[in-house]
């Protein structure tokens, strides 16, 4: 799973590698049209039209979808929850709270989040192998307090799912050798059934290929390791140039391993912080 600062980005962006800006006059006409479909999403659940409500909601996926390449560019292209481009099947943008209905970890549905259909700040970049998995999956711990159109307060739902946006969250998976997902140590009892339940319904272990990948990774990594390792040692029984030279080419490797472009970076990542080498951790800041 990516941090991804999307609080802090805008389409408007012109750092953002991969992507056109859009001009101000363009973000202003989609947050307008944005405004306006919810106007109308209002209106039909106020008259209890929820099937047309759900309809209109349909009708106007071109206008979430005309986001998706700069939700994608802020991840350099990579699913935001899998960390993979291609293995995780094609892109989604995927709603984080469900426009239509939620559904609790029992099966049980609630009226889903429709108020935030159209607001990009519930988009989220997704390979369809999980948004598929999740569809309506949003369950809440007992007691939550639960978000409406007329009482807003997203921000105190004790949720499941794991957000990409929210670094804390983020900060709770880690992975295993075998190339698993795993909730990080020492996490509490809550916080572990919140990455049970996530990577339970985004596939993210379940699906073979990106699990196979994963353990790539980390063997990849600590062949990396056992290298240097081995060349550090040759460089500390005296003047090695090839060993030194080695040293260079094996940090430059993992650099490129740990980089947030780079494919499962987190999963590489964890790996060098497991080993502990006081050296190699500083290439992970």
Same mark, same amino acid.
């Given at each position: 799973m990516i941090w991804i600062d999307l609080e802090n980005r805008l389409p408007t962006d012109t750092d953002i590698p991969?992507? %056109?800006p859009w001009t101000q006059e363009q973000w202003q006409a989609w947050?307008? $049209?944005s405004e306006q479909?919810?106007?109308?999403?209002a209106a039909l659940d106020n008259a209890g039209k929820r099937e047309e409500r759900n309809v209109l909601i349909d009708q106007h996926s071109a206008h979430w979808g005309a986001l998706k390449e700069w939700l994608l560019a802020l991840s350099a292209k990579k699913c935001w929850f899998s960390e993979v481009r291609e293995l995780y099947s094609h892109y989604d943008v995927e709603h984080f709270r469900p426009k239509k209905e939620a559904k609790a970890l029992d099966g049980s549905q609630r009226d889903g989040y429709w108020w935030l259909a159209f607001d990009y700040m519930n988009f989220r970049?997704?390979?369809?192998?999980?948004?598929? $998995? $999740?569809?309506?999956?949003f369950p809440l711990k007992d007691n939550s307090h639960c978000s409406s159109y007329d009482a807003p307060c997203e921000e105190s739902e004790a949720r499941y799912l794991l957000d990409p946006i929210d670094d804390d969250d983020?900060?709770?998976?880690?992975?295993? %050798? %075998?190339?698993k997902v795993i909730p990080m140590p020492d996490s509490s009892e809550w916080e572990q059934e919140r990455v049970i339940e996530t990577v339970k319904r985004l596939k993210l272990n379940e699906h073979a290929p990106l699990t196979e990948a994963r353990r790539k990774v980390w063997q990849r990594?600590?062949?990396?390791?056992?290298?240097y390792q081995l060349a550090k040692q040759r460089c500390g029984s005296g003047n090695n140039p090839a060993a030194k030279e080695r040293l260079i080419q094996i940090r430059n490797r993992i650099r490129e391993l740990i980089s947030p472009t780079a494919e499962l970076s987190s999963v590489a990542r964890w790996c060098l912080i497991l080993r502990n080498d006081a050296r190699l951790? $500083?290439?992970?800041?």
């Open positions: 991969g992507w %056109e947050q307008a $049209k479909l919810v106007a109308e999403l970049a997704c390979g369809n192998v999980g948004n598929r $998995k $999740k569809g309506g999956w983020v900060s709770l998976i880690a992975f295993d %050798e %075998e190339g990594v600590d062949r990396l390791i056992e290298d951790l $500083k290439l992970v800041g």
